[in-house]
């Protein structure tokens, strides 16, 4: 088993990451950073220099917010280590194509992963679909904030994304499942009065699909994508963890998301090679360049 180490001890890194690596026949969490978490019974730094100068630890994943990534990894790149980026993989384009650029020079894998991808139907959805044409499609994704993201700050400053940050992981699925790329046309984000990112989206891309983010959504769920080719319905539910085509449910794959991106990963490392696809955040990117704005009421945790 290869030693890892975890940086960004929060949310994601103790609701799925560390659970992934503990039940991994490929990984062996050796080390933390993080300035407050901690990971019982594993070494923890605060100091990700020191981690990086003390250990040999080959392979480093960072689960921090996007806005401080970059610079962990490219030190982490510097020193020669595999990188591991939690989703959205930076917070600018230009700063990943430049982590891809020193990742090849240093001979180092890069996966930029992308969890929605992992869900369990959505494989299927792709090779069901990637000899048809998708005619139109809907997506929604609503979910509330408060629960995902308690008290997260940083989802509203600059950087954050906002809804695009679930909203990103729809457009991770639609970019991996649709045979012909599509690009956006229009775009519509609401903004709280006190916030630098917006809570809702409505999108528009070509090949008629529609997408319906809002992160202000209360009782039930909802992640969904509808995506019709002729005649033929491609129906994902559950984050993609479901696919029904056609009113048939479709069997899945057996890996559940973050076991799969770390198997994936070591699969990466074995093969030298990295994985850095910015399809979803290249839509992103364009709702933020082209989406017309409101303002409306002001947002509280
Ligand atoms: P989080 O709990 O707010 O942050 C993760 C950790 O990053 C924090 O505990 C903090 O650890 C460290 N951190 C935060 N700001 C930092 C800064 N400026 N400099 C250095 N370290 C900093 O966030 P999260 O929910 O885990 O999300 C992290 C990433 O995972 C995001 O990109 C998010 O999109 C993705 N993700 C989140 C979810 C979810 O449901 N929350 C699901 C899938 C993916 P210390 O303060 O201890 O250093």
Redesign the pocket.
Same mark, same amino acid.
């Given at each position: 088993m290869t030693p890892i180490c975890l940086v $960004?001890? $929060?949310?994601?890194?103790v =609701?799925q990451h560390v659970p992934a690596i503990n039940a991994s026949n490929d990984w062996t969490l050796a080390a933390t950073v993080?300035?407050?978490?901690t990971v019982d019974g594993i070494p923890a730094y605060t100091d990700f220099d020191r981690m990086l100068t003390e250990t040999d630890i080959s392979v480093i994943s960072l689960?921090?917010? &996007?806005? &401080?990534r970059y610079a962990y990894a490219a030190k982490a790149i510097a020193a020669g280590r595999h990188v591991m980026l939690?989703? &959205?993989p930076g917070a600018t384009l230009a700063e990943v194509h430049a982590l891809q650029d020193m990742a090849a020079k240093a001979g180092v894998t890069l996966f930029a992963t992308w969890?929605s991808r992992m869900a369990k139907g959505v494989a299927a959805a792709k090779a069901f679909l990637a000899d048809k044409t998708v005619t139109s499609g809907q997506i929604t994704w609503k979910e509330d904030v408060r629960r /995902?993201?308690p008290g997260?700050e /940083?989802v509203f400053e600059p950087g954050g994304m906002g809804v695009f =940050?679930p909203g990103i992981n729809a457009l991770s699925i639609l970019t991996e499942v649709l045979p012909q790329p599509v690009h956006l046309k229009n775009a519509a984000l609401s903004f709280p009065e006190n916030r630098q990112t917006p809570i809702t989206a409505q999108l528009t891309f070509s090949g008629d699909i529609k997408a319906d983010f809002d992160w202000r959504q209360e009782g039930s769920q909802i992640w969904e994508m509808i995506l019709h080719a002729g005649d033929d319905v491609v129906h994902l539910q559950d984050g993609g963890n479901r696919c029904v085509i056609n009113n048939q449910d479709v069997a899945g794959t057996q890996l559940d998301e973050y076991p799969a991106l770390y198997e994936r990963m070591a699969q990466l490392v074995g093969k030298g090679a990295s994985d850095v696809d910015l399809s979803p955040m290249i839509h992103v990117a364009d709702a933020l360049t082209i989406g017309k704005r409101v303002t409306v009421d002001a947002f509280h945790f």
């Open positions: $960004g001890i $929060g949310k994601i890194a =609701d993080s300035r407050s978490g689960c921090l917010p &996007p806005v &401080p939690e989703k &959205p969890h /995902w993201h997260q /940083w =940050d």
